[in-house]
């Protein structure tokens, strides 16, 4: 959806840092996810935080939320072949009444041994 | 396998015809919703049930309906199918917003 922006494509060499950026405009976003597509497999979630929360850090996964500039970012570290995927940014937002997720349009990572 | 089932995974059919999608959400979630996601669309919202009841509407075309049942499973039933309407359906559910929404693997239709 245009209210969620990604990048198209980033590539990447194995073992390097994989960085995926994701812009939102709407202001009432409470909830932000990232999500992984494997090839003619479904969602899946990775991570979220919440939209008071700067940084969040799961193993490999560090989510950087600038809330000002309306920037979400997801660190890959030590990038295997196995993460090339497509990655979604989505948010769920306080004037929706279902909460549902707006998602951006996806960037494919491309893991390159 | 996420605990949302969704059938069946593959569907082909003719134009103008009509076919119906079934998911099963996780067990104890109450939200159900229905996401087409398209080459040129992307990931598209189209409604939510919640416990029954219908609870938000996105790009939904007319053409185009769903319920929940008592069951809480959900169906989304697609008519006068175009070939436009060829693209993978997502279910998702949830318990409550912040615990994340689970995807069931899809039904990929083609409408030939």
């Known amino acids: 959806g245009e209210d969620v922006e990604q990048s198209l494509f980033l590539s990447v060499r194995e073992g390097d840092s994989s960085v995926i950026n994701c812009t939102y405009t709407d202001s009432s976003s409470t909830y932000l996810y990232w999500y992984k597509q494997e090839p003619g497999a479904g969602l899946q979630l990775l991570t979220y935080?919440?939209?008071?929360?700067d940084m969040k850090q799961d193993q490999r996964l560090t989510v950087l939320l600038n809330k000002k500039d309306k920037h979400l970012s997801l660190r890959i570290a030590d990038t295997q072949t196995g993460d090339s995927a497509i990655y979604f940014c989505a948010e769920t937002r306080r004037r929706d009444a279902g909460n549902m997720l707006t998602f951006g349009g996806g960037t494919r990572l491309m893991v390159k041994p | 396998d996420s605990g949302v089932t969704q059938t069946p995974k593959h569907l082909i059919t003719a134009t103008g015809q009509r076919v119906t999608l079934r998911c099963s959400p996780r067990s104890g979630d109450l939200s159900v919703y229905w996401y087409q996601q398209s080459l040129d669309q992307g990931l598209q919202f189209l409604i939510q049930y919640y416990n029954g009841e219908e609870r938000a509407k996105g790009n939904i075309l007319e053409r185009f309906s769903a319920q929940q049942f008592p069951d809480l499973h959900s169906e989304l039933n697609l008519s006068s199918l175009e070939l436009g309407d060829s693209a993978l359906y997502f279910c998702?559910?949830?318990?409550?917003?912040?615990?994340?929404?689970?995807f069931g693997s899809g039904t990929r239709l083609t409408v030939v």
């Open positions: 998702a559910s949830s318990a409550a917003p912040g615990n994340g929404y689970t």
């Open positions: 935080i919440f939209s008071n929360m």
